[in-house]
């Protein structure tokens, strides 16, 4: 094991995930184009825009599931553009999946306790990150249950707690929220802040729940046709009169955002 993979150096804190105009073509069709954005910790950062602006894509470059056309992706001052997913996901970086795919015949605990594992810790560690996260996902009633007979709701949470059992500095998040019935939208709220604010990840969220975004986010970016089209403070993007009337509706323009 070289010295870039120590576990002092996977878990250090601080740092920036940095996208430097990264570009993604598929056979000559552009889905990113010269993309940039940073993403610190202790803060929640969405990322918005309509089916097929290049989302999901973005979010594939970032965490090394796809390379770039063009471009480059930092982690915490290093350049893994040419990175696996796996070496980032030990050096601090993780995701979760619009279809989260949990270990359905293992108990939900198992499933936070696996992923512990598969990041270097040892099974007594393992066993009290898992309890710890699911206390802090509100989970703790549903620890021995199997992962299948979680609902909807709680099974997102449940991905939520995986990602997190790998100790990371950033998470992003691909439509955590989707399916969620609204009543439960503000519960998942408070779990994306308890990762920015009770483990200081830093958050990339995107979603097309715009309450749930204006609600926990503190900055963000607006994609279009695979390009930037804004980038600000949620109250910056309501009042953007274009991207009111693209992403958020007409009347979204006249809402109180508190």
């Known amino acids: 094991m070289g010295a870039e993979e120590q576990p002092q150096e ?11 105009a990264l570009s993604r073509s598929f056979d000559g069709v552009a889905a990113v184009r010269e993309v940039s954005l940073e ?3 202790h803060e929640v950062v969405g990322l918005i825009g309509p089916n097929g602006a290049g989302k999901s894509t973005l979010v594939n470059l970032l965490t090394g599931f796809d390379r770039p056309s063009s471009g480059t992706v930092e982690l915490q001052g290093r350049d893994v553009t040419r990175w696996s997913a796996s070496r980032r996901g030990r050096h601090g970086l993780a995701r979760t999946f619009q ?3 949990p270990f359905r015949s293992l108990s939900v ?18 066993r009290g990150t898992a309890d710890e996260l699911l206390e802090l996902l509100g989970l703790e009633g549903d620890a021995e249950a199997p992962a299948a007979s979680l609902a909807h709701g709680h099974e997102r949470r449940l991905g939520v707690a995986r ?5 990371p500095s950033f998470v992003l998040m691909d439509e955590p929220a989707a399916g969620l019935p609204e009543a439960e939208v503000p519960e998942f709220a408070a779990v ?4 920015r604010d009770d483990h200081g990840a830093g958050v990339l969220l995107i979603d097309h729940n715009m309450a749930l975004i204006m609600d926990v986010c503190d900055r963000i970016e607006v994609l279009d046709q695979g390009r930037t089209i804004a980038a600000g403070t949620p109250a910056e993007i309501q009042a953007n009169l274009d991207v009111a ?12 955002p508190s």
């Open 10 to 20: 996977r878990r250090r804190p601080g740092g920036t995930l940095r996208a430097a």
């Open 39 to 41: 993403l610190h910790r």
């Open 99 to 101: 279809h989260s795919h």
């Open 109 to 126: 605990r198992e499933n936070v306790e696996v992923a512990a594992l598969g990041a270097g810790a040892s099974p007594a560690e393992a």
């Open 163 to 167: 990602a997190l059992a790998t100790r």
């Open 192 to 195: 994306v802040r308890s990762v």
């Open 245 to 256: 009337a693209a992403y958020l509706g007409e009347s979204a323009v006249h809402e109180d």
